[in-house]
Every structure is written in C-alpha cells, then in structure tokens.
C-alpha cells in the first residue's frame, strides 16, 4: 500500500507560478514512476507530466512543455511539479499518482495509487 499526499496548492493570478509537491509514504519502493494528472470542472482526468524513477526520464503533456517541470527528490520520496506562466486554462485539481505495474506513464490506467488531490486555481 502506498499513501500520497500533495500539497501546495492555491490561487494565483495569470502568469505566476507555483510549487506542488507530493510525498509518498508506505511501498514506495516497488514504484516506476510517479505522474501527475489534473481533472478540471466536467472534464475527463489528464496527463500533465511524469518521472520514470529508473532512469530519471521525464515526460510532459504538449499543452505544459516549456512552462512546467516534474522533479524528485529520492530521498525524501517526494516529487514536484513547478508551474511557471499559468493561465487560467490550468485551473483544475490536480493529482499525483504512483505506478507500480507496466503501462503508459502518460496513461491514469497505468497508476496503481492517487492521492487526494489539490486545488490550483488561476484567475485571470
């Protein structure tokens, strides 16, 4: 069993930037990686990034390239997702999420564990 918590959070005015974090507890050590995926109002759960943890290899949803980025600090079994330049089209919750079976890393059917999710709200 694995636990997830995120935090960080909030609302912020367009164009700024915030700090998510997630920090997993319990069976990390069987995880192939770790994504976070966001659900805004009426809309299906998405893709936002993802970190491989055996190679470090990262990957991004097209609609984030270039102003999010995914990182981990092993040690602390935790993961972040650093958002630069947010619109208010990013306003949703967002979820991290453990993946301890084979799959897509960009798929939410492929993750075994989810967190509870935290609010980002981007006004404009």
């Known amino acids: 069993q694995v636990e997830l918590a995120e935090s960080g959070g909030g609302l912020v005015q367009a164009g700024g930037s915030l700090r998510l974090s997630c920090t997993a507890s319990g069976s990390t050590f069987s995880s192939l990686s770790m994504g976070w995926f966001r659900q805004g109002p009426g809309n299906e759960r998405e893709f936002v990034a993802a970190i491989r943890w055996s190679d470090d290899n990262t990957y991004y949803a097209d609609f984030v390239k270039g102003r999010f980025t995914i990182s981990s600090n092993n040690a602390k079994n935790t993961v972040y997702l650093q958002m630069n330049s947010l619109i208010p089209e990013d306003t949703a919750t967002y979820y991290c999420?453990?993946?301890?079976?084979?799959?897509?890393?960009?798929?939410?059917?492929?993750?075994?564990?989810w967190g509870q999710g935290t609010q980002v709200t981007v006004s404009s």
């Open positions: 999420a453990s993946r301890h079976r084979p799959g897509s890393s960009r798929s939410p059917a492929s993750y075994n564990y």
